[in-house]
């Protein structure tokens, strides 16, 4: 399937949108953060943000297509993000995917080093779980914590093992969070819930020690 100029215009229009839309809330520290739309499925290709580009603003020379081996389709300067492994390994183990999110934030580090040694977190009976599509009564939803091997196919790989459609999300240690959905709109909605139910349960996590802590000066 041939990609159109159309198609690829508006990828970077929607990558532009969703971009503008972390850095308003500071998701993007010191140029970390990458962001992906898949444009076909066979052959894997997908616009992808350049690496190391400041991504609180907006160029002519922040996207570029690539395929399933992350390398660029087309003839560009620009260098594909460190990290496309990682979003060509979501596409390949998750077909339904069509966008995929990746930020740097406080909370998803505390809750990525809090719980690294269950290689996952757990969080049951928050209201921003029907965010991430699943809306049973109390559900339980679990995301898989990998380390943050420097190595990305070792990364990448560790991330291919570990991810399935049942959440949209896998956190890397002490780094960030992946998050993915049908489409832009999807993956945002599934960036924001994660990001919502990490920082509550940090929050909730401090109140409650704030509480003991006084039970027992008192
Ligand atoms: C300087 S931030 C850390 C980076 O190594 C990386 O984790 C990241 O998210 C951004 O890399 P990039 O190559 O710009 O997509
Ligand atoms: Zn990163």
Not at 76 to 83: D, G, Y
Not at 97 to 122: D, I, K, M, P
Not at 125 to 154: C, S, Y
Request: with cysteine; aromatic share 10%; hydrophobic share 40%.
């Amino acid at each position: 399937m041939t990609v159109t100029l159309e198609q690829r215009a508006d990828a970077f229009r929607r990558l532009d949108e969703a971009k503008l839309a972390f850095a308003r809330r500071d998701w993007f520290p010191g140029t970390s953060g990458n962001l992906s739309i898949k444009l076909s499925d066979d052959p894997l290709q997908f616009a992808v943000t350049a690496s190391g580009k400041d991504k609180t603003k907006l160029s002519p020379e922040d996207y570029l297509v690539v395929d399933g081996e992350s390398r660029p389709v087309e003839p560009t300067a620009l260098k594909p993000s460190a990290e496309t492994l990682i979003h060509a390994v979501v596409y390949k183990r998750i077909p339904q995917a069509g966008a995929c999110f990746h930020v740097h934030t406080v909370w998803n580090n505390l809750v990525s080093e809090l719980y690294f040694g269950q290689r996952a977190f757990s969080i049951q009976g928050q209201e921003l779980i029907k965010g991430l599509g699943i809306w049973e009564e109390n559900a339980r939803i679990t995301i898989p914590i990998v380390e943050n091997f420097a190595h990305i196919p070792t990364l990448a790989a560790a991330i291919d093992k570990v991810i399935t459609p049942d959440v949209p999300g896998v956190l890397i240690r002490n780094h960030g969070i992946y998050a993915w959905g049908a489409n832009d709109f999807e993956a945002k909605r599934h960036l924001e819930s994660f990001e919502f139910l990490f920082e509550y349960h940090v929050r909730w996590l401090q109140l409650r020690q704030n509480a003991v802590s006084l039970t027992h000066t008192s």
